[in-house]
């Protein structure tokens, strides 16, 4: 499809435990994503990667971290889930920090 | 930083008129313009883009137009059909930041196309 797979598609997770979503890519772009989507807020960035082991803070990075060891791969982890981050996540990349590719989401959902 | 505000939050015109939507931007160094649509339950897709030495840019029957004084740009889709449905966002790339910058978006403009 597009180069770009999010992992899960979908998942449920009690408050205060920690989750991971992946964000693989096969194009090799230097850059990738990380931003949450919330009605009447549009797409906001939480954390970005512009090479292996380089991040750099968004615009709603608080309860967030990320972690880039490989160029394919760009992880988001919340460290403990809040009623607050239950939203669709959706990872994109670009390869020239132009035009960007997004992945088809994941919806998370923290009860 | 930069803010990025988009206008109408929705909209809704018969099929064949045309639709406009406005976005202004904040910090006169951001230098790239894209627009982006979303289809529902669909990821957003780049459907047009503008740097910041171009005032125009048209593919077929949307365009882009860019004011850099009034720190504005426009989205115009003329003769419009129902498959023209989605929500449009636009977005302003900031020029700071780890390998200069990212893209901020606007909060989205609703676009209904009625037959």
């Known amino acids: 499809d597009a180069g770009i797979t999010q992992s899960p598609r979908h998942k449920v997770t009690e408050t205060g435990t920690p989750v991971t979503l992946r964000c693989h890519q096969t194009?090799?772009?230097?850059?990738m994503y990380w931003y949450r989507q919330d009605p009447g807020h549009g797409l906001r960035l939480i954390h970005y990667?512009?090479?292996?082991?380089?991040?750099d803070k968004g615009e709603v990075s608080d309860g967030y971290s990320v972690s880039r060891s490989k160029t394919e791969d760009f992880l988001l982890t919340l460290e403990s889930a809040t009623s607050s981050q239950t939203s669709v996540y959706f990872c994109?990349?670009?390869?020239?920090?132009?035009?960007?590719?997004f992945g088809s989401g994941t919806r998370l959902t923290v009860v | 930083g930069e803010n990025v505000e988009q206008h109408p939050s929705t909209l809704s015109v018969q099929e064949g008129d045309s639709a406009v939507i406005k976005c202004t931007y904040s910090d006169s160094a951001s230098n790239y313009f894209p627009w982006y649509k979303q289809e529902l339950g669909k990821r957003p897709q780049l459907i047009i883009d503008i740097r910041s030495n171009v005032g125009e840019k048209k593919d077929q029957r949307i365009a882009v137009t860019l004011n850099k004084t009034a720190k504005h740009f426009s989205l115009h889709i003329t003769e419009t059909q129902p498959e023209d449905s989605a929500v449009y966002f636009c977005a302003a790339r900031t020029n700071y930041g780890g390998s200069q910058g990212n893209l901020i978006f606007g909060k989205g403009t609703k676009l209904s196309v009625k037959p």
């Open positions: 194009e090799n772009h230097r850059y």
């Open positions: 990667s512009y090479g292996v082991k380089d991040t």
């Open positions: 994109a990349i670009s390869a020239d920090n132009y035009g960007y590719t």
